[in-house]
């Protein structure tokens, strides 16, 4: 049964008067198909083959080229994208704006991938930040958040913190984040992914209670949780420090879910309990493989049945809760 | 045949309908009330977090409870195990149905997780008691062997992957038995000896387009309107392996293991002229069809296709260096893409390139996609000078679709 058929139903029987039902209709039948996704993911492909094929051909030529040449290259493709954006730009706003095109949001992106190569390449062949080559993610970030904000671009922003995280020395890309920390490396790491988490979720607050660009909130609550987690987790997995990140942990759970319920959204309560049951479960399993006995392995199943059920009756439940609230 | 009340589905897809109009402002408060009042249904609208959730922990109950299971009933050999899997299958298949019955679950994540697994664990069963019949004695004591090729278990194995798909109308079991059914398809063929290695190719393209079409066409059907999901699932996969029957490396790496030969350079696989057009010009027809029907299934396969077509052809003939493949590529896609955003900035024929209500999802997975592209930037500063800031892999590209 379609849309036209239940729209045709509804009709025959009186629950929408004949005006709905031709509001429907010319809704249904006046809808364009737009292929803004499909383009934009050539485009996108595009650009990613075009730059790589550069890059190598670049590479390749060294010799004949001449690095200073290749720099002031870069640097001209970066300056012209970010030109030709400020140019169709619209005005600032500390509200949300629309984009002024597709074609737009890719030439700024380019602009900033641009950016960070000739920043890079800059410092890689002159070292002229001399030793201090962590500038180069701090320059490209701060300069990435202004050009989010600036041009309202939630992928600038996510490249901007991204960024700025790897200033710190922790990646926190959705691959990078399990992939290229180095979790053994002892505490710091970790206390500077928990600090940076923190301080994200400060500033988002902070900005959205001033009204400026407050559907930023997410992406940064988005990348803030999913840092505090896995971190904590990485705390949790290492021997020690129980009695402080054992309690910091379970709060930021709670807190979340707390905040999910008041947000409504079912995203964020998910990831809580996913990640809440991954730390539970292994502090469970820990203590009891001390046992070592056939007892712990029947108690550790039982575990498994007894707090899944829980969950999938708290799942149900707050999942009525949020849609009707 | 379906476990579900039908009119309670019915009156779910009305009150879905309507909850989708009353949001766009077509339908009054009034109407949608009275929708809701007079299209009751039992079962309730679940987003896919709680499905997700759901799933995932009903899957960890049911590991769990094997795992005891199996260690309360230490399983004695082979026919033991079989025979616990059996059982374990059918205490899944039961609880799935009463969550159906009695809790009115409707595609809830409990029971997916709870049907799949009953699946397979009869299907390890089943695996095992055929496995079990073919290895014995003879009369006079010598042992014997009889191995049978992995048609023979699917044959066992699909009609009842296919009931399970039928009754719970299940769109994933669907494709599984799809996979089934072509597998042993091709194993029924090949049996024909050599001509059937040279009708293969052939054979499965008129099967899929043949699916493909049935499903299409039995879809506009109302009598089969609560199985709308499975046809679309039949008619997605009937394009997919459509495609694959005649493309040029599933061909040639195929024709390769199964004559058992290898293809000198400077040979070919037969037909290899009609194969080569096969790859490229088939994902054209795709998109151009799907433009025409407004198909965006068809579209977007046929992209994914050209790419696909043009990598297989390129595995086996370079005829540039790298670099300038990419260029030439890229330059083509940008331009392709670039010319099209701007011609159909004005909707042409019912097609725009201005994005809609369903695009800003979308939008939030490339948003994420682009912060992996540029982390490695900044990390090895131009070792490599890329450009373009990532690997060519492509930073998670594909996962837009």
Same mark, same amino acid.
């Given at each position: 049964?379609?849309?036209?058929?239940?729209?045709?139903?509804?009709?025959?029987?009186?629950?929408?008067?004949?005006?709905?039902?031709?509001?429907?209709?010319?809704?249904?039948?006046?809808?364009?198909?737009?292929?803004?996704?499909?383009?934009?993911?050539?485009?996108?492909?595009?650009?990613?083959?075009?730059?790589?094929?550069?890059?190598?051909?670049?590479?390749?030529?060294?010799?004949?080229?001449?690095?200073?040449?290749?720099?002031?290259?870069?640097?001209?493709?970066? @300056?012209?994208?970010?030109?030709?954006?400020?140019?169709?730009?619209?005005?600032?706003?500390?509200?949300?704006?629309?984009?002024?095109?597709?074609?737009?949001?890719?030439?700024?992106?380019?602009?900033?991938?641009?950016?960070?190569?000739?920043?890079?390449?800059?410092?890689?062949?002159?070292?002229?930040?001399?030793?201090?080559?962590?500038?180069?993610?701090?320059?490209?970030?701060?300069?990435?958040?202004?050009?989010?904000?600036?041009?309202?671009?939630?992928?600038?922003?996510?490249?901007?913190?991204?960024?700025?995280?790897?200033?710190?020395?922790?990646?926190?890309?959705?691959?990078?984040?399990?992939?290229?920390?180095?979790?053994?490396?002892?505490?710091?790491?970790?206390?500077?992914?928990?600090?940076?988490?923190?301080?994200?979720?400060?500033?988002?607050?902070?900005?959205?209670?001033?009204?400026?660009?407050?559907?930023?909130?997410?992406?940064?609550?988005?990348? @803030?949780?999913?840092?505090?987690?896995?971190?904590?987790?990485?705390?949790?997995?290492?021997?020690?420090?129980?009695?402080?990140?054992?309690?910091?942990?379970?709060?930021?759970?709670?807190?979340?879910?707390?905040?999910?319920?008041?947000?409504?959204?079912?995203?964020?309560?998910?990831?809580?309990?996913?990640?809440?049951?991954?730390?539970?479960?292994?502090?469970?399993?820990?203590?009891?493989?001390?046992?070592?006995?056939?007892?712990?392995?029947?108690?550790?199943?039982?575990?498994?049945?007894?707090?899944?059920?829980?969950?999938?009756?708290?799942?149900?439940?707050?999942?009525?809760?949020?849609?009707?609230? | 045949?379906?476990?579900?009340?039908?009119?309670?589905?019915?009156?779910?897809?009305?009150?879905?309908?309507?909850?989708?109009?009353?949001?766009?402002?077509?339908?009054?408060?009034?109407?949608?009330?009275?929708?809701?009042?007079?299209?009751?249904?039992?079962?309730?609208?679940?987003?896919?977090?709680?499905?997700?959730?759901?799933?995932?922990?009903?899957?960890?109950?049911?590991?769990?409870?094997?795992?005891?299971?199996?260690?309360?009933?230490?399983?004695?050999?082979?026919?033991?195990?079989?025979?616990?899997?059996?059982?374990?299958? +059918?205490?899944?298949?039961?609880?799935?149905?009463?969550?159906?019955?009695?809790?009115?679950?409707?595609?809830?994540?409990?029971?997916?997780?709870?049907?799949?697994?009953?699946?397979?664990?009869?299907?390890?069963?089943?695996?095992?008691?055929?496995?079990?019949?073919?290895?014995?004695?003879?009369?006079?004591?010598?042992?014997?062997?009889?191995?049978?090729?992995?048609?023979?278990?699917?044959?066992?194995?699909?009609?009842?992957?296919?009931?399970?798909?039928?009754?719970?109308?299940?769109?994933?079991?669907?494709?599984?038995?799809?996979?089934?059914?072509?597998?042993?398809?091709?194993?029924?063929?090949?049996?024909?000896?050599?001509?059937?290695?040279?009708?293969?190719?052939?054979?499965?393209?008129?099967?899929?387009?043949?699916?493909?079409?049935?499903?299409?066409?039995?879809?506009?059907?109302?009598?089969?309107?609560?199985?709308?999901?499975?046809?679309?699932?039949?008619?997605?996969?009937?394009?997919?392996?459509?495609?694959?029957?005649?493309?040029?490396?599933?061909?040639?790496?195929?024709?390769?293991?199964?004559?058992?030969?290898?293809?000198?350079?400077?040979?070919?696989?037969?037909?290899?002229?009609?194969?080569?057009?096969?790859?490229?010009?088939?994902?054209?027809?795709? +998109?151009?069809?799907?433009?025409?029907?407004?198909?965006?299934?068809?579209?977007?396969?046929?992209?994914?296709?050209?790419?696909?077509?043009?990598?297989?052809?390129?595995?086996?003939?370079?005829?540039?260096?790298?670099?300038?493949?990419?260029?030439?590529?890229?330059?083509?896609?940008?331009?392709?893409?670039?010319?099209?955003?701007?011609?159909?900035? +004005?909707?042409?024929?019912?097609?725009?390139?201005?994005?809609?209500?369903?695009?800003?999802?979308?939008?939030?997975?490339?948003?994420?996609?682009?912060?992996?592209?540029?982390?490695?930037?900044?990390?090895?500063?131009?070792?490599?000078?890329?450009?373009?800031?990532?690997?060519?892999?492509?930073?998670?590209?594909?996962?837009?679709?």
């Amino acid at each position: 049964m379609n849309e036209k058929d239940i729209a045709s139903k509804l009709l025959a029987d009186n629950s929408i008067s004949s005006e709905s039902f031709n509001k429907i209709e010319s809704a249904r039948t006046s809808t364009l198909f737009s292929l803004s996704f499909e383009l934009r993911a050539v485009l996108y492909c595009g650009v990613l083959l075009l730059s790589s094929g550069l890059g190598v051909l670049i590479y390749k030529n060294i010799d004949s080229i001449g690095h200073m040449a290749i720099i002031l290259f870069i640097a001209a493709v970066s @300056a012209a994208c970010f030109v030709y954006c400020i140019r169709k730009s619209l005005p600032y706003s500390n509200l949300k704006m629309n984009s002024p095109g597709i074609l737009f949001d890719y030439i700024l992106l380019f602009g900033c991938l641009t950016f960070v190569s000739f920043l890079g390449y800059l410092q890689y062949q002159y070292s002229v930040f001399g030793t201090h080559n962590d500038w180069v993610p701090l320059i490209s970030s701060l300069l990435f958040f202004a050009a989010a904000y600036y041009f309202d671009h939630l992928g600038v922003l996510s490249i901007a913190i991204t960024t700025f995280a790897a200033y710190i020395g922790i990646a926190i890309t959705p691959l990078g984040l399990i992939k290229n920390n180095d979790f053994s490396r002892g505490y710091s790491l970790i206390y500077s992914g928990i600090a940076l988490g923190f301080v994200l979720i400060a500033v988002s607050w902070a900005l959205a209670r001033r009204n400026i660009k407050k559907h930023f909130t997410y992406t940064y609550v988005n990348f @803030a949780s999913h840092m505090l987690f896995v971190f904590c987790l990485a705390a949790l997995f290492k021997d020690g420090g129980y009695i402080f990140f054992v309690p910091l942990f379970f709060a930021l759970v709670a807190t979340v879910i707390w905040q999910a319920f008041s947000e409504k959204s079912f995203y964020f309560l998910l990831i809580a309990i996913l990640y809440g049951y991954i730390g539970l479960s292994y502090l469970v399993i820990k203590n009891l493989i001390s046992f070592s006995s056939d007892g712990a392995l029947f108690t550790g199943l039982f575990y498994f049945i007894g707090s899944s059920i829980g969950i999938i009756y708290f799942l149900i439940k707050s999942s009525k809760r949020i849609k009707a609230a | 045949m379906i476990i579900y009340n039908k009119t309670g589905l019915d009156n779910f897809s009305v009150g879905k309908a309507a909850a989708a109009w009353f949001k766009r402002g077509l339908i009054s408060n009034d109407e949608y009330k009275g929708i809701e009042a007079k299209y009751i249904t039992e079962y309730k609208p679940r987003g896919i977090g709680a499905w997700i959730g759901l799933f995932i922990f009903t899957v960890i109950i049911v590991s769990s409870a094997s795992g005891l299971f199996f260690l309360f009933f230490h399983p004695d050999g082979e026919t033991g195990i079989a025979f616990e899997c059996l059982v374990l299958g +059918v205490l899944c298949y039961i609880v799935a149905e009463r969550f159906v019955w009695v809790s009115h679950h409707y595609k809830s994540g409990i029971v997916d997780a709870l049907l799949y697994n009953a699946l397979v664990a009869v299907g390890i069963a089943i695996c095992i008691f055929i496995n079990k019949r073919s290895t014995g004695y003879n009369d006079d004591g010598t042992c014997y062997y009889s191995e049978h090729g992995t048609a023979f278990y699917l044959a066992f194995l699909t009609p009842m992957v296919v009931a399970a798909a039928l009754r719970f109308a299940d769109a994933f079991l669907t494709l599984v038995a799809y996979g089934f059914i072509i597998v042993i398809n091709a194993f029924v063929v090949l049996k024909m000896g050599s001509f059937g290695q040279m009708i293969l190719p052939f054979e499965c393209m008129l099967f899929s387009a043949a699916v493909y079409y049935t499903a299409k066409k039995r879809k506009a059907n109302i009598a089969l309107r609560y199985w709308r999901h499975c046809l679309g699932m039949l008619e997605f996969a009937g394009l997919v392996t459509l495609y694959l029957a005649g493309n040029y490396m599933v061909v040639r790496v195929l024709s390769e293991s199964l004559l058992g030969t290898t293809i000198e350079p400077g040979e070919d696989i037969h037909l290899a002229f009609f194969f080569y057009a096969y790859t490229i010009l088939v994902p054209l027809a795709y +998109v151009a069809l799907g433009l025409k029907r407004k198909d965006r299934m068809l579209v977007r396969l046929g992209v994914i296709m050209i790419a696909a077509g043009v990598l297989s052809i390129k595995y086996y003939h370079s005829i540039m260096p790298p670099e300038t493949a990419l260029m030439l590529s890229g330059i083509a896609l940008v331009a392709v893409a670039w010319l099209s955003i701007r011609y159909l900035k +004005v909707p042409r024929n019912g097609i725009t390139s201005e994005p809609d209500d369903a695009n800003a999802r979308m939008d939030a997975i490339s948003n994420i996609a682009f912060s992996e592209l540029v982390q490695q930037a900044p990390a090895k500063p131009a070792n490599d000078v890329n450009f373009g800031g990532g690997s060519f892999g492509g930073g998670g590209a594909t996962s837009d679709y």
